[in-house]
């Protein structure tokens, strides 16, 4: 949410107090505003006068007889939200900016009704993705190149069971304040992204961005809560800043679609482990004289699947533009469910189903692998068929392995095309490859709970 510097009317119209009210109405009529400031020796505020209280009044009156001495003041750092709220309250239609004791700006409700328009997160009140977005795709058109940081915190849902709920909250909030302080809006823009994510678009040079991105993390771990004995760390993924030239009939949208995929990559190769899954639950090392090393956890030995992940059900929700897609898989006796939130429109909507089935697949596969969606591409095949194609990447202790599978649909479900060529790229590839391990049964955040409060 804009703070009130970012929107208000800084070169201000203003009357003496000596002034007469024609003068005032002349200055509005002039000037197509609505109210003036009357300022006392060009520094103090001393009242308010508006084109409908001075309607009916004597034009030789002074505006020191007329003025509304009730006036409401708001400082440049007070968010649009709150100013709404003042003026919805008290009913000014005018408030005044002042810093430092000094006149600084005006603001109406036309100034605000623009930010109030676009949706936010009550609870930490940041702007969510689709401002996010409106504000990348104006800078990639004005020819600058951006970077995406997306945050994440670690183990957020076993922090949200162990304390609860309305602590959790208070980290969100904690958080944000954080990432707040740490923005410079002349240069970055903050968003909630959904769940425990914050994004950051950013026109820092990609050096700067990620010494800034470390920083953050830094301060994200100094969060301390009364009566919580521990606090939350976050990894974060960085993607951007490299362009060296403008792009030719570039589609924008597409642009800051792939800068953020990449940089949610990017985040999950940060992970410290799988998310979801406790810090204690590492692969063992192996009876064969294998020792970690260097960080290295061996393989287990190849253990052969029975049947392959396979669809159960595809949930998509849309609000405008955002959307929230549930996708449940099986194998065999095991469920394993994974829910995304974001930016639905056109082949986002499939990027959106490709990475919830990602991250489905990623539950049913032991601490240190996973799966991460690095691209869905689309192609007509005639007039009937769309052919839908998934690239991945299958992320062992081992290496980061590029996977490839692709689905037809003929006028049918493209979202369930979408998550079927994410599993033939999956399960195509575990199938030839004798080391990868069989999926282990989904773990239930309250059973994750019980563990972490018996290690410790």
Excluded at 350 to 370: D, I, N, Q
Aim: glycine share 8%; aromatic share 6%; with cysteine.
């Amino acid at each position: 949410m804009k703070t009130i510097d970012q929107v208000m009317t800084n070169n201000v119209i203003w009357v003496s107090p000596s002034n007469v009210v024609k003068t005032a109405v002349i200055l509005m009529k002039g000037h197509q505003i609505g109210a003036l400031p009357v300022v006392h020796n060009e520094d103090a505020v001393v009242g308010m006068v508006s084109y409908q209280s001075l309607l009916g009044e004597n034009p030789d009156s002074s505006i020191i007889d007329v003025m509304d001495k009730a006036f409401f003041t708001v400082t440049p750092q007070t968010t649009v939200h709150e100013a709404a709220e003042i003026m919805a309250e008290k009913g000014p239609s005018h408030l005044l900016v002042v810093d430092d004791g000094r006149l600084a700006g005006i603001v109406s409700h036309s100034d605000l009704l623009p930010e109030l328009g676009k949706s936010f997160d009550p609870l930490t009140g940041l702007a969510w993705s689709d401002s996010l977005r409106e504000w990348s795709v104006n800078v990639l058109k004005s020819g600058l190149e951006i970077s995406i940081i997306l945050l994440d915190l670690d183990l957020f849902g076993v922090f949200n069971k162990k304390y609860g709920h309305v602590t959790g909250d208070s980290i969100l909030k904690a958080v944000a304040e954080v990432l707040k302080a740490a923005v410079d809006p002349k240069l970055d823009f903050l968003c909630r992204y959904g769940g425990d994510e914050f994004a950051i678009a950013s026109l820092r040079p990609i050096s700067e961005v990620e010494e800034f991105g470390r920083k953050i993390k830094a301060r994200v771990k100094e969060i301390e809560l009364q009566d919580v004995p521990e606090g939350v760390t976050c990894s974060f993924g960085i993607f951007g800043g490299r362009r060296t030239k403008e792009r030719e009939e570039v589609h924008y949208a597409a642009t800051l679609d792939d800068l953020i995929n990449r940089a949610s990559k990017n985040c999950t190769l940060a992970k410290p482990h799988r998310k979801g899954q406790p810090e204690s639950a590492a692969v063992p090392a192996q009876a064969t004289g294998e020792s970690e090393k260097d960080g290295f956890v061996p393989i287990p030995e190849y253990a052969p699947r029975e049947s392959r992940l396979k669809i159960a059900s595809i949930n998509f929700a849309s609000s405008g533009a955002l959307a929230t897609v549930d996708v449940n898989l099986i194998y065999g006796a095991n469920t394993y469910t994974y829910s995304v939130k974001g930016y639905s429109v056109g082949r986002s909507a499939l990027r959106l189903v490709a990475e919830a089935t990602a991250g489905a697949v990623s539950k049913s596969l032991p601490t240190g692998y996973g799966v991460v969606l690095d691209e869905v591409l689309t192609y007509g095949v005639g007039d009937d068929y769309q052919l839908i194609t998934a690239l991945a990447v299958f992320i062992t202790p081992k290496a980061s392995i590029q996977c490839i599978g692709t689905a037809a649909v003929k006028r049918g479900d493209s979202y369930r095309a979408a998550a079927a060529a994410m599993l033939n790229a999956i399960n195509r590839h575990i199938a030839v490859s004798p080391r990868i391990p069989s999926p282990q049964p989904d773990i239930s955040e309250e059973a994750l709970v019980e563990q972490e409060i018996e290690g410790n």
